[in-house]
């Protein structure tokens, strides 16, 4: 089978059974892969009662046709399921090595289903699937984890993925963590592998992937590689890493500082990817076949670290600017902490900032969290809310339910930063407007990775053949609602791929990738409804969980108008949704899929 193993795994942990089912081909045609082909399947597995940490809910680990090929930057994986911190569609990837193992070790995706009596871990390889007691991993932190399994499978090859102490407590911003600390990380995909009692999946394996044809997916590798040397944003990426983003987002006023309520804060620039080169990295690190490599490998000395993973833009941004931290080390050292436990660095940065948000309003007190004083810009208060989080502690057991729901405690729902429940990534939708219409239509709530607007109107991951093209940063209007829907379309296809969305060759050499690896004719005008029927897949999913247009929404707290880089921009967010609506083919005033 070109482009697939053709075999999903099924694993039935209440029963302690496994059994291999033939890939569905023409799911995998209409959706390929990734996110979208899972949320295909989901959809049968599912109903508006099923509980996300219930036995029933389905946990689906899945690759896609790149995966594991000579595909520069193709090493990903998705994990999805009914998430347990929004109650919806969720869905969380990472890059690493897992994904292309899993597909030598001769599978393309692992549904897993019911719970172990006791703690468990998976194996799975050359083919064979074995279930494993994980009673001695219990409380190991995620790297120590990976390297006792390896040890037990006595292959240092192995990649593994799994989850932390977050997880075993159902922390529901827990994430699963694997080759060392790469993370799929949004959603709570972790608490749902914790509530099956399945501490961690290992893979390894020898199994090729079958392309249709190989001299032309060589080709079009050969001309990806030649097209990275023109691409001025991989450039910069492989230079300074995500966090090289830093200061060009704080002049757009598009890095959120003091909890999305400031515009300016200028030693936000010590949090900058070029210092962190020049002060705390040790190399940078690459996923499978990636010649970006925009990882990082840190240490931080006040913190006794001398060789962790290092933070990326986003985490910068979530655990930094918005907790008004400007220290790079507590940031390394605040990242590591997620990492070693498994905790999504956005959700939990977010409902820390929430908590100091409302310790400064008077609503907190220390009665309420443990005697603690939360104040912004407190490194040692915010390294002991991430540690108290993971262990469900004292107030980190208020903490670990996420933003909506400490928001909700307190009496003041409108402060929580976030879009159907999920905490808002760093990106203000002040400073590029098409934001707002990506957060508010994002299947798993606020998200940054279903259409990048912000790089749009900047002139990066330009898609002109698919209508994707840069505009006024600020223009909330209709034609911005579509090309928001577009954008959505054309990176739900990415993360179905998977590719990494900072490898962007053009809409030409990814068609023809995809097309010399599956042996497929797809054409440039197919590329777009096939993204649209995913996103529509998934928003059929969360319709059936009681989402309406009324969550299409955004927090009140970002419609707030900011000084500084954002001038004041503040999205008209119902202009770009009826738009938005019409370009997926859903019905203009309720946002339900006409077909
Ligand atoms: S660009 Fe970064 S995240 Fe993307 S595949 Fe390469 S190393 Fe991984």
């Known amino acids: 089978m070109n482009g697939y193993t053709g075999k999903l795994l099924h694993v039935d942990l209440s029963n302690h059974k496994t059994w291999v089912e033939d890939l569905n081909l023409d799911f995998a045609r209409e959706y390929i892969g990734g996110s979208g082909l899972a949320a295909r399947y989901l959809d049968e597995r599912i109903d508006h009662q099923t509980d996300p940490l219930g036995s029933e809910n389905t946990l689906i680990f899945m690759t896609g046709p790149l995966v594991g090929t000579a ?16 109650g919806i569609w969720g869905e969380a990837n990472s890059g690493g090595f897992f994904g292309p193992e899993l597909r030598f070790s001769g599978y393309d995706g692992i549904f897993i289903t019911g719970k172990a009596e006791k703690p468990t871990w998976l194996s799975i390889v050359e083919g064979k699937v074995q279930l494993h007691d994980a009673s001695g991993l219990i409380g190991c932190d995620t790297y120590e984890t990976q390297r006792r399994v390896r040890q037990m499978l006595g292959d240092e090859r192995t990649r593994v993925a799994c989850i932390g102490v977050a997880g075993e407590k159902l922390v529901k911003t827990a994430a699963v963590i694997n080759d060392h600390g790469r993370a799929a990380a949004r959603t709570g995909m972790g608490a749902v592998m914790g509530a099956k009692n399945l501490k961690a999946i290992a893979v390894r394996g020898s199994a090729a992937v079958q392309l249709a044809n190989a001299a032309m997916f060589r080709e079009t590798v050969k001309q990806i590689a030649h097209r990275l040397n023109d691409d001025l944003a991989a450039q910069a990426m492989k230079l300074a ?25 200028e030693p936000a620039e010590n949090l900058s990817g070029v210092l962190m080169v020049e002060q705390y990295q040790n190399r940078n690190t690459a996923c499978f076949r990636c010649p970006i490599a925009c990882g990082r490998e840190t240490r931080a000395p006040s913190y006794q670290l001398e060789k962790v993973d290092g933070p990326e833009y986003e985490t910068v941004a979530a655990l930094g600017s918005l907790l008004m931290i400007d220290n790079l080390e507590t940031v390394i050292m605040a990242n590591h902490l997620c990492n070693l436990y498994g905790m999504d660095t956005i959700s939990v940065g977010c409902t820390i900032a929430l908590a100091c948000e409302l310790s400064e309003r008077g609503i907190l007190s220390p009665a309420d969290t443990d005697g603690m004083e939360i104040r912004y810009g407190d490194a040692e208060t915010l390294l002991r809310l991430v540690e108290k989080t993971a262990r469900r502690e004292g107030f980190g057991d208020v903490l670990a339910e996420g933003s909506a729901s400490l928001a909700e405690r307190f009496g003041v729902p409108d402060l929580a930063a976030t879009v159907k429940r999920l ?15 990506i957060y508010a239509l994002s299947p798993r709530g606020a998200c940054h990775m ?9 002139g990066q991951g330009l898609a002109p053949e698919l209508g994707i093209l840069p505009g006024e940063r600020f223009d909330s209007s209709q034609e911005k609602g ?9 990176r739900s296809l990415y993360n179905a791929l998977i590719l990494c969305q900072f490898q962007n060759p053009g809409v030409d050499l990814v068609l023809q990738a995809l097309n010399a690896a599956t042996g497929w004719d797809y054409t440039v005008e197919e590329l777009i409804p096939i993204g649209k029927r995913i996103v529509t897949q998934k928003r059929r999913i969360n319709l059936r969980r009681g989402i309406t247009r009324k969550d299409d929404s955004l927090p009140k707290i970002l419609l707030q108008p900011l000084e500084g880089g954002t001038e004041g921009n503040v999205p008209n967010l119902e202009e770009m949704l009826t738009a938005a609506y019409q370009e997926f083919g859903w019905d203009a005033q309720s946002g339900i899929p006409l077909l």
């Not at 994990?79 to 347990?84: E, F, I, R």
């Not at 905490?423 to 219409?437: I, L, N, T, Y």
């Not at 279903?450 to 900047?458: A, K, N, P, S």
């Open 450 to 458: 279903q259409g990048d607007i912000y790089g749009v109107d900047t």
């Open 482 to 490: 579509r090309l928001a829907a577009l954008s959505q379309a054309w």
């Open 71 to 86: 595909m520069p930057s193709a090493g990903r994986y998705s994990v999805c399921a009914l998430s347990p911190l929004t």
């Open 423 to 437: 905490e808002v990534p760093m990106h203000d939708p002040r400073a590029f407007s098409g934001m707002a219409a």
């Open 241 to 265: 890493g995500t966090a090289g983003y830093v200061n060009m987002g704080l002049m757009y006023g598009d890095m959120p500082i003091r909890y999305f309520q400031q515009g300016e804060w």
